[in-house]
DNA sequence: TGTACATCAGTGAACGCGCGTTCACTGATGTAC
DNA sequence: TGTACATCAGTGAACGCGCGTTCACTGATGTAC
């Protein structure tokens, strides 16, 4: 192909960045830089024009993954027309569905990533970028200002019921007890309020 | 060293087996066989004198990391005499210590092995083990006989939160909301009943 | 607007390295007499 | 109980392979005149 345009150049790297945000969810920041660019529709070789490292890859589409989930509850929280309790049990619904739990590549970038981040260092800009996710998402699902009985942590132990259903369905992925882990979680975050 | 009686080579086996099942838990299973072998105090050669394969060993690290648990709260329940709500209490209070956060090696294996059992496939040994290991782990958690409100899955959803907790504080950690996430899940699992 | 040339995104071969695994070898252990 | 020999757990060098990364090369793009 050899030189290309500065718009398709750039268009290629957010294709890498989109890319590597997916693959990354779904199997891992482990996929090879060769892997990742032939499904971007480009050799390896060209990897280490648009960036330092593949550490580096792994920061940005980290980002890029927490970036598009807020976009998706911003997004959210306005169809509900600010009506936060129904945002959140759309929200909860989707989250616990078996099409979340087969899709990670599409999914929660908390639930995908959160090995990969407890294994890489705690400098690193990727924990940086988890962490404030975690904070973004863990203010969603606060109580909102009307109800009652909101401690502020109340956000953060849903988040954990919700977050820790997911990824454990998707362990025991095979087996029925997969769907009764959505369903058990399901009903405790939507019964107990 | 050469050839090593029959007890002894039972014994480096056990060994490696044990050591693996804490790397494994602490690192993940992509810790190499040298590294292994290494720490067990033997050269990577031997490996192959006792394991057909790695997967093997990883399946073997698994069941062992699991028979290890089962023992625990069998243990836990025949110190609290049965008192099952008691023995909940300590459980939860240990599984949310940030002493267990920070030794995922000695810690439990449904938090440290949950993206491993997902990322390998669904007809591995592991995760037949680990689903079963859930299982325990839910029924343990579940009300007792004595007390009401108990539909069976409850003890599921309160193993979401518990797992969630751990799997995320970890992700966390370095940031003072890794400690707050393990106070709100501990409040939320404690005062809830 | 047209020409001449420097730039640089993308290519594909190559690098050193660590991986899982194999193998010829060692020599104490276990066994047969 | 003592001797002769087969066994086999452990050693360390070597294997093919895929990894992250580098590099000489290409040729359309962008720029200077």
């Known amino acids: 192909m050899s030189r290309v345009s500065q718009a398709q ?7 890498v960045v ?8 779904e199997q891992g920041t482990q996929v090879s830089v060769a892997d990742l660019m032939k499904a971007a529709g480009l050799t390896h070789g ?11 890859l792994v920061d940005e589409a980290t980002a890029h993954a927490f970036a598009e989930l807020a976009r998706r509850y911003a997004v ?12 959140q049990r ?14 990670a590549a599409d999914g929660c970038p908390v639930a995908a990533l959160a090995v ?13 970028v988890y962490t404030e996710g975690v904070l973004d998402f863990a203010a969603f699902l606060a109580p909102g200002e009307d109800e009652e ?9 849903r988040l954990c019921t919700l977050f820790g259903a997911l990824v454990l369905s998707r362990a025991t992925k095979g087996s029925p007890l997969s769907e009764e882990i959505l369903t058990a979680a399901h009903a405790a975050l939507t019964q107990a309020r």
């Open 9 to 15: 150049a750039e268009e290629n790297r957010r294709r």
């Open 18 to 25: 989109d890319t590597a945000s997916r693959l990354f969810r």
């Open 46 to 56: 060209a990897f280490y024009k648009q960036f330092a490292s593949k550490e580096a």
């Open 76 to 87: 959210e929280l306005q169809q509900y027309d600010g009506r936060r309790d129904a945002a």
């Open 90 to 103: 759309a929200l909860i619904d989707a989250y616990l569905s078996v099409e979340h739990r087969d899709d």
């Open 116 to 128: 990969d981040v407890a294994r890489g260092g705690e400098d690193r800009e990727a924990r940086r």
């Open 149 to 157: 009985g909101g401690e502020g942590g109340d956000g953060i132990a």
